[in-house]
Each structure stands twice: as C-alpha cells, then as structure tokens.
C-alpha cells in the first residue's frame, strides 16, 4: 500500500485535466449534475460510484465523445469540445466496451486505431510490438479478436488506447466481465503504467480496483462528486470508526442493547467504534454483566465501501 | 489521411468484401455453365393455330430440330403459364395463315437466348421458301401451296421468316445474348443489395464503441463522415467493375458506351452509397440493417426490374417501379446494352439516379452525422 504520492494538483497549475462543473442531462434525466475534478500529472486517479452514477457520461465528455450542458474541460492545457480533434490526441481512450473489430485480429484492429491516430508506419509498428507486450498479448497478436477470452480482449482494448502514447489514459471499467486472474493482470499493467509516470483516469465501481490502483479517489452518486480525496482522506470522512464484531454465546441481544447503533448478526455483536482500545474494555465488561461468554472479538478498519455507505446511504454494489 | 482510411475500412471488411464480391460472380458463373450444359435437348411448346400444311412443315421442322424437344399446346394461356413456370423454355405459336410465327419467351431463363438462336436458325431456311412462295403467289394469283412447292424446287432463298420475340420488347441484336439482361440486371441487384447488408457494418461499428473511439481520435465528424460515404461508393464501384469484367469477358456481354456505363456505375454506386448510410444510420442493430436492408433490396430489385424486365408487367407495376431507382437504372442499362444507347442518351436517368442519390446522402449523413454527435 505505500504508494509515492504526487504532488497534489494546486489551482490547475501541472494538472493534465481540469473539468469544471461539468452537466449533462438525456431528457429530464441527470446524467451528470456539476461535477469538477482535477488530475496533477502523473497521478492515477479514480472514479468510484455505482452503475448509472454517470462515470461514462463524465469520461464521455472528458474525451469530447459529448458536448456537456455545462461546463469545461481541458486536458493537456487544451479546451476538450466534440469539435477539437488535435486536443484529444492527448488522450487514450479505453472506452467501457470491448470497442475492436471481433473479426479482425489484435494487430489489424491496432494498426488500424494507429492509423487513425496518425501514428507513422515505422512508430505504428513499435508501438505495436511495445504495447502488446505490455498487455502480454505478444504471442496471441494475429489471433482474431472473437477468438480471444473475455480477458484478453480487454487487455486488447487497453492496448488499443496507449498506441499513440497519450498524456492521458482513461480507462471506464476496464475489469468488467473478467475472471480474478485476468482482472490481476490488468491492474498490474495499470500499476505499471502509473509507476512509470504516465496520468490516469480510472473509472470503476470496485472499491478494491479504487483502493489498490489510485492516488485520490472522487466519490460518484447519482452525477454528483460526493467526496474527493486520498484513500485516508475519505476514510476520515466515516470518522476514526473502526468495525468491532463480538461472538459469544448466552444473550448477544443484552450484550447489544449496551451499545447504541449495535446490531446481533450471525451469532455475534457488530458495532462501530471511534476509540477501539477504550471499547473493547467497555465491551468486556458489559458483556460479564449480562452474562455473554466471549468466543472472539474482530475489529476491522472501513474502507472505501464504508465511505460511500456512510456518505450515500447505500451499497456500492447491489 | 481520409484515403488511408478508407482503404482501411475496405480492408477491414473483407470478409464480407469476400462473400459480398464472389458470390454474385459465383452465381453467374454457375448459370453460365449450367447453360452450357444445358444446351441440346430444350423444351418448347407449340401451337398451331393454322392447321395448314405449311405449319405443320414448320412444326415439322421444330421437331427435327435436335436442340429441340417439342410439346404441343391448344391453349395460348397455357402455353404462357408453362413458359413462366419453366416446363417449357418458349412456345411457338403459329398464327393463322402462318404468316407469323411469335416466340413467346421468358427473358430472365438463361436458356432463353440459346431457344431464339435455335428456333431462328430452324425457321430460316422456312422463311426464304414461304417468302418467295407468296411473292409468286402475289404476283401470279395462283395457289399459295402450289407455289410453295415451286419454291422448294427452285431453293429459293430470298427473304426470312420474321420471329419476333414477345415479352422482351427489345429488338433481337446479334450481338447481344442471353446474359445482356441478367448481367446488368445482377449487377443493379446485387450492389444494392450489397451496400445495404454493409450497412450492417456502420451499426455493429456504432455498437461495438468502435465509432466511439474513432471518434475519440483527432478525427473531425466530417472527415469521418466522408470516410464512412467514400467507402461505400467505392466498395459499390469495385463490385460494379468487377460484374461488369465477368459479364464482358465470361459471359461475352458487350455493355455498350464505357463513358455511359462509367457514367452510369458512378451514379448507382452514389445512390448505393447513400441508401447504406441511411439504413447504416436508422437500423437498430446489425441483424435489423440485415434483416430490414436485404429483402427490401430484393423488393425494390423486383419493383425495378432488376430480376425480370418491366415491359413483362402492367402499365401501373411499371409506372409504380419507376418510383424505384433501380428502374431508371434498368432503362439505362438497356438504353446501353440493347439500343447502343450513350452516355448523352442516358443522361436523363443518370441524372434521375443521381437526384434519388442526392437525396438518400442527403438524409443519411444527417442522420449519422446525428449518431456521431450524440452517443
Ligand atoms: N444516452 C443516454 N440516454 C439517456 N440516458 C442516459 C444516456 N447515457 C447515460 N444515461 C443516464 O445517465 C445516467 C448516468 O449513466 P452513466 O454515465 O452511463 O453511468 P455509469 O457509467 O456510472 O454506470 C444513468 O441514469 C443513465 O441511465
Ligand atoms: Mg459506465
């Protein structure tokens, strides 16, 4: 978990993107309502919020797919509209779908994004030999991507967004659908990626991607920016809580009612604390009283599930 | 840049390019060797409505024919439903006086060129002799019959029986044979057809996010929009020269004034073109642009005249093709092949063609550009 930690962006100064209150609706639906972030350079930062918070809908308009309602962006230090092209060369786009030709095969499908990309042949077919390296599918290049598992083919797409060496790589839910193996690999490719200086905007609904993978990490829930900040920033967020669960055997719900906010589930005692140390003696002693005999006791620090439950009220994941 | 593109946009097609491409040619050749082969043993159906000796000499001569197997018919209605349906490749029918003898045929079966040939050749030599025999008899008054037999003695061989060849309407040319209509006519169905079914492409491209991350590229929604259009008239123009080469040099079709056929390939593949963008734009998904795009193809191939000639349907079908473009290709077509028509006579439906063009990539590029600007 010791990550070097970058600079924090200042007031747009080495900051690759800039995004101000950024708003788009679809009819009278909200996609994204005000949201604003900045990314310093070479910091990997992330987008955490449930399906439907409008993750896609802000990548979208980061990358001039959408004209925002409201709102700008600047990436690389240039305004980002539907209309800029030479701006966007700054940006790798690795887009929610698997968004390659399935009949063709990982080398045509990148020689063709190259191509498009402006990438010269001698550069195109560096890039190429580099890239696939990266995402370790050297040996499978002149397979035809329908031929491919659902893990390649994502790595496949992230290749597709790092050929023209951009500024910025965005990737939105690159892990979806991936068996734990392959989800490994592709994290540790972004790792890499993030080690070796190059800013990232990750967008996911997994607090463990979030967690592992960014430097700052904003909070997304229903097109808002509900919290912004390191992974110890928005934890502090929940308070200094930590989560103590107490088995025993004899009147759990006695032992429960000791404590305010405290729930009996599967046989044991969850409570949240702010002074662990100082509890568990509170907790030991209640529970001599109403007679419990303590088989165990785990405490748990939150993490960023806790926060977003905190913040919103609900679950990340339903 | 947009070239490039394009070309590899083409290239990235092409296992369609393949199917989309041979299988026309593939299909042509089939009916060419299926014809050749076929030669020797045709059915056709006879009527004699003179009853004379004379038509039974003609009906005598069909039969010996060795090309020829005969079936005799009364009814003129039931000869024609044969002919349509196939159990009989044409039917002859002798007019009373056998002053005419018509060759009803059906101009779409291949084998209906090789029966014109074969019947003309019978009736050739019957021609000279009925010719000379009712000159004599013209001038002479004396019995028809009578003269006929002078005629034979003497081999006259003056003039030839005319066999004019109902339901084609056109003039039976040397050289034009029996793939100068189904070449031109696969031709206009087929890169129709095709430059709809691609139009399966444009959708799968829009819903793989493919187009989504062209778009994230430094490209302009124009020059992506050129793109997406110039790939479709080119593809449409590669299929037409590549039908064309068969038919001309396969099938020995000669297709008239290249600068009209230029012309005219130019302007169907810009209508194709646009007719793809359009169903590329408003499908839903590809199987919808497939299973929407081809049989309305095939409809308006039917409507137009694309499979059989419109002068075989009524007035009212006929003016009702005519709303589809592929009928005024058609004309064209046939202006070229079978009227020596040029590219200054077939400038009016080049033009209609490029009007109905104009229109469709009109409406189409709205409507992608519609889909590139929003998700
Ligand atoms: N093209 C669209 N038309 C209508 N509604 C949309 C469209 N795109 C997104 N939305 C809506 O905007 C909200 C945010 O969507 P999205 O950005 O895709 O969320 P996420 O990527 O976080 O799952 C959702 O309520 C979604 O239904
Ligand atoms: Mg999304």
């Given amino acids: 978990m010791s990550r070097p930690s970058y600079a924090r962006p200042g007031m747009g100064g080495d900051s690759v993107v800039v995004c101000r209150d950024l708003r788009r609706r679809f009819g009278d639906r909200v996609g994204v309502d005000g949201v604003g972030f900045e990314i310093a350079r070479g910091e990997t930062y992330g987008l955490l919020g449930p399906n439907g918070a409008g993750k896609t809908t802000t990548i979208s308009m980061l990358c001039g797919l959408l004209a925002p309602d409201e709102g700008e962006v600047i990436v690389a ?195 949240l604390v702010d002074d662990t140390g100082r509890r568990l003696a509170e907790v030991v002693g209640a529970a001599e009283r109403v007679h419990v005999v303590i088989t165990g006791i785990d405490t748990s620090e939150p993490d960023l599930e806790a926060v977003f439950l905190h913040l919103t009220g609900k679950a990340l994941r339903d | 840049m947009i070239a490039r593109n394009e070309l590899l946009r083409v290239y990235r097609d092409r296992t369609a390019l393949f199917f989309i491409l041979v299988l026309p040619v593939v299909i042509m050749v089939i009916i060419g060797s299926t014809f050749f082969g076929e030669a020797g043993d045709l059915p056709i159906g006879v009527i004699d409505r003179d009853q004379s000796e004379l038509s039974a000499r003609i009906e005598r001569l069909v039969d010996d024919s060795p090309a020829l197997a005969t079936r005799r018919y009364t009814d003129l209605d039931a000869l024609e439903l044969d002919v349509r349906t196939g159990r009989v490749d044409a039917g002859l029918v002798i007019a009373p006086g056998a002053e005419r003898v018509e060759l ?114 430094p490209l302009r929604t124009s020059t992506i929009l050129v793109g997406f259009g110039l790939s479709r008239v080119l593809f449409s123009i590669v299929q037409s020269l590549l039908l064309l080469s068969v038919g001309a040099l396969v099938f020995g079709v000669d297709f008239g004034d290249p600068v009209g056929v230029a012309l005219l390939v130019l302007a169907f593949s810009l209508l194709c073109a646009g007719a793809g963008l359009l169903v590329g734009s408003v499908a839903r998904n590809g199987d919808q642009a497939q299973a929407i795009g081809i049989p309305v193809a095939i409809a308006l191939g039917m409507l137009g005249g694309a499979m059989w000639p419109l002068e075989i349907v009524g007035p009212t079908m006929r003016g009702i093709g005519h709303a589809v473009p592929h009928a005024w290709a058609m004309d064209a077509w046939v202006e070229l092949v079978f009227e020596g028509g040029s590219a200054r006579t077939v400038l009016g439906e080049v033009g209609i063609l490029l009007a109905f063009a104009a229109v469709l990539l009109l409406i189409g590029s709205r409507l992608l550009h519609r889909r590139l600007s929003a998700i």
Avoid: W
């Fill in chain 2, 104 to 217: 009803i045929t059906d101009p779409i079966r291949r084998s209906t060129g090789t029966v014109r040939t074969v019947v003309r050749g019978v009736l050739a030599g019957e021609g000279a002799r009925l010719g000379a025999a009712r000159l004599a008899s013209d001038l002479t008054g004396t019995d028809l019959d009578a003269n006929l037999l002078t005629a034979d003695a003497l081999g006259a061989e003056q003039t030839t029986i005319d066999v004019p060849v109902m339901a084609t309407g056109t003039p039976a040319e040397d050289d034009v044979n029996q793939f100068s209509y189904t070449a031109p006519a696969n031709l206009v169905l087929f890169v129709f057809v095709n430059s709809l079914a691609i139009a399966a492409s444009i959708v799968q491209a829009r819903q793989l996010g493919v187009l989504n991350r062209i778009r994230a590229g």
């Fill in chain 1, 77 to 271: 230090g240039r305004p980002i509209t539907p209309s800029s092209t030479d701006a966007k060369r700054a940006i790798g786009l690795v887009p929610q779908d698997i968004a390659l030709y399935p009949d063709l095969t990982a080398r045509e499908n990148l020689r063709f994004f190259g191509r498009l990309q402006g990438l010269g042949k001698a550069r195109l077919a560096a890039r190429m030999g580099e890239v696939l390296e990266l995402v370790g599918l050297a040996d499978r290049a002149d397979d035809r991507v329908e031929h491919y598992s659902g893990g390649m083919k994502r790595r496949c797409n992230i290749a597709a967004g790092l050929l023209h060496e951009p500024e910025l790589l965005v990737l939105d839910e690159p892990t979806v659908g991936v068996d734990p193996q392959s989800r490994n690999a592709i994290l540790e490719s972004i790792e890499e990626l993030g080690r070796s200086g190059l800013s990232v905007l990750y967008t996911t609904h997994y607090m463990e991607e979030a967690e592992r993978l960014c430097d700052r990490v904003g909070i997304l829930d229903e097109g808002r920016l509900v919290a912004e900040g390191t992974r110890r920033e928005l934890i502090a967020h929940v308070g200094h809580q930590a989560g103590l669960r107490v088995s025993g055997t004899g009147d759990l719900h006695a032992l429960a009612a000791e404590f305010p906010g405290a729930v009996v589930r599967d046989g044991a005692v969850d409570l």
